[in-house]
């Protein structure tokens, strides 16, 4: 059975049973997992956590699903990679990327879906339903198709080709949508009672944010229990960061850190910054941003469920919230790969064009200690970055950029 207590109410802090399956708490408000981490404290220490297998589930003793019930591609785990050259373009002396795009499937939604279907597993669920912009949708597809469940896909008609790809091949049912990620949702919710699909839509389920928060164990970890001074995440649905900050709050009650906690960077694009307007308005919750349109499919989100979640996380962190343009972004992921050899998919590189502006105003300082999500591959985004290398007809261009013609 789910080594978890109880479910929690995000909102209303009614409690449900662990071992029942659940979407949103009546009011609204999305779950969370709770354990007993007092007795977990007696039995597992953190000098243990090394002898652990290198994937996300040497945290195992604080997901939820029972070993056996564990779906696994190898995810988690990623580098944190030291970015020196990168470092020293921006001005950041202590600045490290960790490389999400190195998960199963090309990015950190493989932590989510791994222990969310995993659940699936323990609790009999057969069918599963999901609308993504892309990377959950790969996912979800993948680790649905390892466990033997049927998936429903449901992805903007302009989804990123290499997503709409995957899908196809792990065998889900895809279906693209004239429209955002918010229509995509409303499909799912729509025909799920009628279809009995599991909702895995982000936070209308309790455990993909228990595979995302392993992002904080990670990079607790890797940093020798002492946490960094800021983490840049390019905030969608926000899970992720939503994840990290409950790690955080998990590791200080096993007393393997104390409280002090990094500044929380969400970072948007220009285009779709519904979080960015609530914070700078000083709103609890976000409003639906319309028209939004951006190149990082990740970060088009009008409306985030657990936007008061995200927000509640920066503000107690005494961090802040920034978009950046689609231009910036793109140049950003450009200069990391040139610079570092990692190709980031564009919302990664979404954070390294807000930590230069927020080095210029001096909201961090050159001395601090950052680490930035590239959340994905930038493999994943053809379309993007062709944008920027247009592939000339009918030949092949050599180092000074001419045409060269075969005879």
């Known amino acids: ?222 940093m020798d229990w002492e946490l960094p001074d800021a983490i840049f995440y390019p905030t969608g649905g926000g899970v992720g960061l939503i994840g990290m900050w409950k790690a955080f709050e998990e590791m200080e009650k096993l007393g393997w850190i104390g409280a002090r906690r990094p500044k929380m960077v969400a970072v948007q694009a220009e285009g779709c910054a519904p979080i960015i307007r609530a914070f700078e308005e000083g709103e609890p919750r976000s409003r639906f941003f319309d028209n939004a349109h951006t190149i990082a499919s990740g970060l088009r989100v009008p409306k985030a469920l657990g936007d008061f979640l995200v927000l509640d996380a920066v503000r107690a962190s005494g961090g802040t919230a920034i978009a950046v343009s689609d231009d910036e972004m793109l140049d950003a992921g450009i200069r990391m790969a040139s610079d570092e050899g990692i190709y980031a998919a564009p919302e990664g590189a979404a954070c390294i064009a807000a930590l230069e502006k927020l080095l210029a105003s001096e909201f961090l300082k050159a001395t601090d200690r950052i680490v930035i999500y590239n959340t994905g591959s930038g493999i994943k985004y053809p379309e993007a970055y062709s944008t920027r290398f247009p592939r000339a007809a009918g030949g092949e261009q050599d180092k000074l950029g001419g045409l060269i013609t075969p005879r």
Request: net charge positive; charged share 20%; with cysteine.
């Open 1 to 222: 059975m789910s080594k978890a207590t109880h479910l929690e109410c995000s909102l209303c802090n009614q409690r449900f049973d662990a071992g029942t399956v659940q979407n949103l708490c009546a009011c609204g408000g999305p779950l969370l997992v709770r354990y007993d981490l007092d007795l977990i404290r007696t039995r597992w220490r953190r000098r243990d956590v090394p002898n652990g297998v290198s994937s996300m589930w040497r945290y195992a003793p604080v997901l939820p699903p029972a070993d056996q019930a564990i779906v696994s591609l190898g995810e988690g785990w990623t580098p944190l990679i030291r970015t020196r050259r990168l470092g020293a373009r921006l001005g950041a002396e202590w600045l490290w990327v960790k490389d999400e795009g190195l998960n199963p499937t090309g990015s950190f939604k493989a932590r989510g879906l791994s222990c969310a279907i995993s659940m699936c597993v323990e609790l009999g669920v057969r069918k599963v339903a999901i609308p993504s912009a892309g990377n959950a949708a790969s996912a979800l597809a993948a680790y649905a198709a390892a466990a033997g469940i049927e998936s429903h896909i449901f992805m903007p008609s302009d989804v990123p080709q290499a997503n709409y790809l995957e899908c196809k091949a792990y065998g889900a049912n895809v279906t693209l949508v004239d429209g955002l990620i918010s229509d995509c949702g409303k499909i799912v919710a729509e025909r799920g009672p009628k279809e009995g699909w599991f909702d895995v839509s982000t936070l209308k389920e309790p455990y993909r944010i228990e595979g995302k928060k392993t992002m904080g164990y990670e990079v607790a970890e890797q």
